[in-house]
């Protein structure tokens, strides 16, 4: 394939038409209504619903920008990209030299930190690369396909909508399309805080081969809950978080008369409250309401707390442990500055 040298690295030339959005069965309506249901029945909304409601994926761009410090500290984008060329480096061929490879980007988002990577990459390295965005909402998708291409034309791409809820099995995915056999850096970059862990953990780790890669960032509470809580609280109680979160519940039918929106703190660990903690956000009901949620009936009373969005902190020997007990042993982790975020390369020996 034709390639062209910008900035001193190789690119391929842009194919003809950008890839089409593949749909894994997972995120297909009834497998969706499944999920929701059960989510419903524990007055939960689906973390995917605050990406793929209309508007919404918008609303997060406008809060990730503005309040995340990898868009805010340049020091945490100098740590992400530390983290990128360990994870890539780490990667294994069968000759030891550069081959053919798959970014396999879970929550791509949109898709700035998988330009990063690529960026940061040796180019002849960067160049064998494949790239698979994976997120439940279709806009992100294509809004990560499309950062990707503009900074990396001619890149193979596979883009697909799935949710990460339901545990979809994406290493047969990869068999399918033909990109089974080749080493993969799985990036889970902002996954562990909104879903739950357990599941999480066993959809990554069924993508572990030896040879393959994780990079799993996390959001940690280096001091723990008591001294960290007034510190942590206001990243997400802010207009923007909120315009987020009420542009979900609008979208559902509830006017801002209709409920409280409370930002809390609960530990999560018995054994360690202070060591394993959860940001909270409910709407808090005013009066009974009758809603339709994706077809499901959702019926309210007053003083009905239904959680509409959670963020996990961890210190980061608690989620090393966690990690290690899920078959995810950590090979290395970076700490920004604060403490507030960890990136985590895990690996098979």
């Given amino acids: 394939m034709l390639s062209v040298r910008s900035a001193g690295r190789p690119f391929r030339a842009m194919p003809a038409a950008p890839p089409s959005v593949a749909v894994h069965p997972g995120a297909l309506p009834a497998a969706q209504h ?17 990406y793929q ?16 410090p990898s868009r805010t500290d340049p020091a945490l984008g100098a740590l992400y990209g530390q983290a990128y060329r360990a994870a890539a480096a780490g990667l294994g061929t069968p000759t030891g030299m550069p081959g053919p490879w798959v970014l396999l980007s879970l929550g791509c988002g949109g898709g700035r930190k998988d330009a990063a990577l690529l960026a940061s990459l040796p180019a002849a390295q960067a160049a064998q690369a494949r790239y698979a965005p994976v997120d439940a909402s279709a806009d992100l998708v294509r809004a990560a396909s499309q950062h990707v291409a503009a900074s990396c034309p001619g890149l193979p791409m596979l883009p697909l909508v799935a949710d990460l809820e339901a545990q979809p099995r994406l290493a047969e995915w990869l068999e399918q399309q033909g990109w089974g056999a ?12 909104n879903l739950r862990t357990e599941p999480l953990l066993a959809t990554l780790r069924g993508l572990l081969r030896p040879g393959d890669a994780l990079l799993l960032s996390a959001n940690l509470s280096p001091r723990g809950l008591g001294a ?32 409280a929106l409370q930002v809390d703190a609960v530990p999560l660990a018995a054994d360690e409250p202070d060591a394993h903690w959860q940001v909270r956000v409910q709407a808090l009901l005013r009066r009974s309401v009758h809603l339709s949620v994706e077809g499901a009936p959702l019926a309210l009373a007053a003083g009905d707390a239904l959680q509409v969005f959670h963020s996990q902190r961890f210190t980061a020997a608690r989620l090393s442990a966690v990690l290690r007990q899920a ?9 920004h500055a604060g403490g507030e975020e960890g990136v985590f390369h895990c690996a098979l020996p």
């Fill in 327 to 335: 078959g995810l042993p950590v090979r290395e982790h970076w700490l």
């Fill in 53 to 68: 409601a209309p508007g919404q994926a918008q609303r997060w761009l406008a809060y990730h920008d503005a309040c995340s």
């Fill in 228 to 259: 960290d809580r007034p510190l942590i609280l206001p990243q997400y109680d802010n207009p923007l978080a909120c315009a987020w979160y009420r542009g979900l519940l609008e979208h559902l039918g509830l006017g801002a008369q209709d409920y």
């Fill in 34 to 50: 499944a999920s929701l249901l059960a989510s419903l029945g524990r007055r939960e909304l689906p973390a995917r619903l605050l």
């Fill in 182 to 193: 080749v080493p993969r850096l799985v990036g889970a970059l902002g996954l562990l805080p």
